[in-house]
C-alpha cells in the first residue's frame, strides 16, 4: 500500500527557511531552468525538476518534461527524499511497496524510476529536491550518477544562496536610502544596527541619548544601560526600545532589515 511521506523532526523550521528564500510561486528563473535542462540531457530522462517541498504540496521552481507545476505533498517522492540528506533513489516503482499504487506511477506521468538529491541549506535544512524521472526502470542508476546529481542539487543550491545575497544587498541599500534622507530631516533619534549590536550609522538625536559615543563600529552595549543578553534577537531588541523610551521619553519604533535593526524615535 502506498506509503505518505513522513514528517520531518525539524519540519516547523525547515518551512521557515524555505519560506524565507522567498522563492514558492515566483516566476521562471533562466538559472533554474538551464540546470533542469542539463539534468535531462546528463541522465537522459524524461523529466528534471527542481521542486520545493512546502506544507501541503510540492511546487516546481523549474521543470522541463513535465506541465503541472505542482502535485500534492502526500503522493510526492521529494517529501521522501528530503527525509535523509542522501539521493532516494527508486529503480523501479512498479516493484516498489511504497509507490506501486501512487497515482503518481499508476497514472500520469506513469513514473518508473526517480532519483532526488535533497537541496540542503547552510543551515540543515532540506527545502526540496533537484530530482530525475523516467517512464522506464533505471537498475543501473549508481553511485557515479548519484554523484553527478549531487553535485546539480549543489548548483542549485548556490544559485538560490546567491539570490538570496542579491536580494538583501537590495533591501539593505534601500534602507540605506531612507535612513540618509530621513535622518537629516528628522530630529527623533535614529540609527541602524547590526543583528550583533554594532551602530552602523547614526544621527546626532541618537548620540544625545547615549552615555557615550556611540561610533560606527561600536557594540550599543558599550553606551547604552541594558542587561547583558540583550542581543538575544528581538528579545533583547525590545529591551533596547525600552530604554530608548525611558531615556528619550518618546516611542520608539523598531524595523527589521535583513542585516539588522533601524531603530526610529
Not at 514528517?7 to 531552468?33: G, H, I, K, M, V
Not at 535523509?84 to 506501486?100: I, K, T
Not at 527545502?127 to 526502470?137: A, D, N
Not at 546626532?204 to 540583550?230: I, R, Y
Request: some cysteine; hydrophobic content about 40%; overall charge negative.
Amino acid at each position: 500500500m502506498m506509503q505518505v511521506p513522513p514528517c520531518p523532526l525539524n519540519e516547523a523550521y525547515r518551512l521557515e527557511a524555505l519560506s524565507s528564500l522567498q522563492l514558492l510561486d515566483t516566476a521562471p528563473d533562466p538559472q533554474f531552468d538551464r540546470l533542469v535542462r542539463l539534468g535531462q540531457k546528463l541522465f537522459g530522462v524524461e523529466i528534471c525538476l527542481i521542486t520545493l517541498v512546502d506544507s501541503e504540496r510540492q511546487w516546481f521552481k523549474a521543470r522541463v518534461g513535465l506541465d503541472i507545476p505542482e502535485t500534492s505533498r502526500d503522493i510526492s517522492f521529494c517529501g521522501h527524499a528530503i527525509i535523509d540528506d542522501g539521493v532516494f533513489v527508486v529503480r523501479n516503482a512498479l516493484e516498489d511497496e511504497r509507490f506501486h499504487d501512487n497515482p503518481l506511477v499508476t497514472g500520469p506521468p506513469a513514473i518508473r524510476f526517480y532519483a532526488g538529491a535533497p537541496l540542503r541549506l547552510p543551515t540543515g535544512y532540506n527545502i526540496g529536491t533537484l530530482c530525475i524521472i523516467s517512464t522506464s526502470p533505471h537498475p543501473q542508476f549508481g553511485r557515479d550518477e548519484e554523484e553527478l546529481l549531487r553535485d546539480l542539487a549543489s548548483i542549485a543550491v548556490g544559485t538560490m544562496a546567491l539570490g538570496a545575497l542579491r536580494e538583501s544587498r537590495d533591501r539593505l541599500l534601500e534602507v540605506h536610502e531612507d535612513y540618509l534622507v530621513l535622518s537629516q530631516i528628522s530630529s527623533a533619534p535614529m540609527a541602524i544596527l547590526k543583528q550583533d549590536g554594532i551602530v552602523e550609522t547614526c544621527n546626532s538625536a541618537f548620540s544625545k541619548f547615549c552615555t557615550a559615543d556611540p561610533a560606527t563600529g561600536h557594540n550599543v552595549a558599550t553606551f547604552l544601560e541594558l542587561k547583558q543578553d540583550w542581543q538575544q534577537e528581538l528579545v533583547g531588541l525590545k529591551e533596547l526600545v525600552a530604554s530608548f523610551r525611558a531615556s528619550a521619553n518618546q516611542s520608539v519604533r523598531l524595523f527589521p532589515i535583513r542585516k539588522g535593526y533601524l531603530v526610529v524615535g
